[in-house]
């Protein structure tokens, strides 16, 4: 024990060194956030009243830009082409969306599902929440930054409804925080580089094509493993790259009594690690942190679930904070998620009591792959919206935004339902149970 709290003193040493190396704060180079308040046709400039320090700068249109497209009065990110010019914008947009009853609603609903992801599978939802905020109007950047300030008191609920169930390994979560706290400012700095580089447009093109990539391949290999272990009656197996870790005797040697596994502490460095960076470039650092402790580590599904929640608790505070720094999170989008999805986690929560193993990773794999339809087909709107596609058939386009927003809406019911299903298939069983065994109780006592 005295061994983790060097490690977890030593890390909080280093980070503040890491943050000013990484320069994690304050806005990307080339970019401005303010809001404009003239545009002016003839001269082909708009007038930018940069956020904080109030200062007015004359920013000149692409050649391609029309003056309609500069939106005034309403926060926005501007990126600036160097390669044009000093002040010449390559691309707008608007940081903060209108608020409307209708996206009230779908916020509310986005929430509670997402809270019930979060608390049944412990991966906080995120590979939902991303793509429906960023469906609803939010920018990629906002949208990764609000889901990150929403989770972290979310997953504080989670963490502690589970650990009075007894599924979190504590020792082993902050293991793996320590890792994933420096994972997130790599992370931050990678998106930041993005929006750098290519803008809002950009940064979404980066969100989706990660978000499909790593959800197919991810939630593919967790399918195949949820079906073996249903086939094999629902008994679990530590896999055999698990084994293998185990093997491994560097010091330091930690024991995770939750758990119940051995292990060096430099194996869950690169699973720390890259949850992380993952949870600070798109929001979603859960579905490898699950699967790596899973798979590589050796814990069960249900103590692997609940564990998430607390690194996801650390690494969410911490990467707010950061985030906050270069105010691009949306405490109103934050606020809205996080009414429901409280109520969300602790009945995900309660559910895991009642299933086994398989269950839990159908869940996350079939939420996982149909969100990967729902970013995927996305990618070649974005990728013209970037230069590196030629402009897609109007009517192709609305039929792709189409499938994205049905794909995500099946992929929040059916998690839904999923999870409501086996969560009173679980409840009547162990009602009966506990009746039969009442009922022989007496008998026996005849």
């Known amino acids: 024990m005295k061994r983790l709290w060097f490690l977890v003193f030593a890390v909080f040493l280093v980070l503040p060194m890491a943050t000013a190396a990484f320069a994690a704060g304050g806005p990307p180079k080339d970019m401005l956030k303010g809001v404009f308040t003239s545009v002016s046709e003839q001269e082909r400039t708009a007038v930018l009243v940069k956020d904080g320090t109030k200062e007015s700068v004359v920013l000149t249109l692409a050649e391609k830009m029309t003056p309609a497209e500069v939106v005034l009065n309403k926060k926005v990110l501007v990126s600036l082409d160097k390669n044009t010019g000093e002040h010449v914008i390559k691309d707008i947009s ?17 929430g509670l599902i997402g809270g019930l992801l979060s608390g049944f599978i412990g991966s906080g939802g995120a590979f939902v929440l991303t793509p429906a905020m960023m469906s609803l109007g939010a920018p990629g950047a906002v949208a ?55 803008g809002n447009a950009g940064s979404n093109l980066y969100v989706s094509f990660v978000f499909m990539v790593v959800l197919v391949v991810v939630g593919g290999y967790i399918l195949y493993d949820a079906y073996k272990l249903a086939k094999g009656g629902g008994e679990t197996k530590v896999s055999r790259l698990a084994l293998r870790m185990q093997r491994i005797k560097l010091w330091p040697m930690m024991e995770f009594k939750v758990a119940k596994v051995r292990i060096s502490a430099w194996v869950t460095i690169p699973v720390g690690l890259l949850t992380g960076m993952l949870a600070a470039t798109i929001a979603v650092g859960g579905f490898i942190g699950v699967p ?14 609940a564990t998430e929640l607390v690194i996801a608790f650390v690494m969410g505070a911490y990467g707010s904070f950061q985030w906050g720094l270069s105010g691009l999170i949306d405490i109103r989008m934050t606020l809205i998620i996080l009414a429901t999805s409280l109520i969300g986690v602790q009945l995900g929560a309660l559910g895991t009591t009642y299933v086994k193993d398989f269950m839990i990773k159908l869940v996350m794999a079939s939420t996982m792959l149909i969100v990967a339809v729902s970013r995927g ?11 590196l596609w030629s402009p897609l058939d109007p009517r192709l ?23 409501a299903v086996a969560m009173v298939k679980g409840m009547l069983q162990a009602k009966k149970e506990s009746a039969t065994s009442t009922s022989g109780a007496a008998v026996s006592h005849v």
């Not at 087909?377 to 230069?387: E, I, W, Y």
């Not at 792709?400 to 995500?408: G, K, M, T």
Request: glycine share 10%; hydrophobic share 60%; charged share 10%.
């Open 377 to 387: 087909v996305l990618v070649p709107g974005l990728l013209v919206d970037v230069g």
């Open 397 to 419: 386009a609305h039929v792709l935004e189409e499938v994205s927003f049905w794909a995500l809406l099946t992929a929040m019911a059916s998690a839904g339902l999923i999870i």
């Open 94 to 110: 608007v940081m903060f969306m209108d608020m409307t009853p209708g996206k009230i609603v779908a916020l509310l609903l986005i």
């Open 292 to 305: 790596g402790m899973i798979y590589v580590v050796g814990a069960s599904a249900v103590v692997a679930s």
């Open 144 to 198: 990764v930054a609000s889901n990150m300030c929403h989770k972290f008191p979310k997953a504080m609920v989670g963490a502690y409804k589970r650990w009075k169930y007894g599924q979190v390994d504590i020792k082993l979560g902050l293991v793996m925080a320590v890792t994933a706290m420096v994972g997130v400012e790599i992370g931050i700095r990678i998106q930041k580089h993005i929006l750098n580089q290519f």
